[in-house]
């Protein structure tokens, strides 16, 4: 048995069949973000699930960097700059999400307030009247007063705790992706505009789906087996040669994946 051809054909036929692979598997950027445009506009609202947790599912695409730059704001410097320090470390996108932080309702209500009057510098002006104000509307709070003849008011609003948005993604039974974001206030809702997950970054490249595989009988006639396979998604396929004391011979080996 002439060992160099068995050998070679392995090797050659490893090699068509990691090109069919790259090939079939390989799809261009452009394509990938027009469809991902399509699906975006195909996909579900964000959804409060529960009480301040909203969910989204995420659109599966392989081009998260040039899609970065697409989805920006014309006016965001900070997104370009992001854009520039990505392609200048060569660093990959694995997820992308874009949130709409707003509130549910305008914070409105009754005011502590109180009155008293206010000195006037020049002893030709009389005082004016006062009245001082303030509200804690949870993670936001409001004080100021007014003056009266001539009318003047201030007001000051202030962030009286952190906005926390606590974001997930999970990967569901059927393949799919979803995001979730959970609010730490009651009146701020949140808007999934946007929730990509780059999945390149996550498969393997072509050539890391090549496997060597040997195997070895032991029970009824001895017999050793090599092999070269490409591992698809859900198939596998390569040539396969085995030897036995009876002979050998040279053939293909497929397979699939049971179970996602």
Request: net charge negative.
């Amino acid at each position: 048995m002439n060992w160099k051809w068995i050998i070679a054909a392995i090797v050659g036929a490893a090699f068509i069949a990691g090109v069919l692979g790259f090939m079939l598997g390989r799809r261009g950027a452009d394509d990938e973000v027009s469809d991902l445009t399509t699906r975006l506009a195909q996909a579900e609202q964000t959804v409060e699930i529960a009480k301040n947790l909203y969910a989204e599912k995420v659109a599966e695409i392989e081009n998260l960097s040039s899609l970065l730059r697409d989805v920006s704001d014309a006016s965001s410097t900070a997104i370009e700059e992001l854009v520039k320090k990505i392609e200048a470390a060569d660093q990959r996108v694995l997820t992308l999400q874009k949130n709409v932080v707003y509130w549910k309702t305008a914070y409105e209500g009754a005011v502590e307030a109180s009155q008293g009057e206010q000195p006037s510098d020049d002893p030709v002006d009389p005082s004016r009247k006062r009245v001082d104000f303030r509200k804690d509307f949870g993670y936001i709070g409001v004080t100021g007063h007014t003056l009266t003849d001539p009318p003047e008011g201030y007001v000051k609003v202030e962030q009286l705790r952190p906005l926390r948005l606590t974001v997930a993604v999970t990967k569901n039974k059927d393949g799919t992706w979803s995001s979730y974001v959970a609010s730490s206030e009651d009146n701020v809702a949140v808007d999934l505009g946007l929730s990509a997950l780059d999945l390149s970054v996550t498969k393997p490249k072509w050539y890391q789906r090549l496997w060597v595989e040997s195997g070895a009988v032991f029970l009824g006639e001895p017999s050793a087996s090599i092999g070269l396979s490409y591992r698809g998604d859900r198939f596998s396929v390569g040539p396969q040669c085995a030897l036995s004391a009876q002979g050998g011979g040279c053939g293909i080996s497929v397979g699939a994946r049971i179970f996602k």
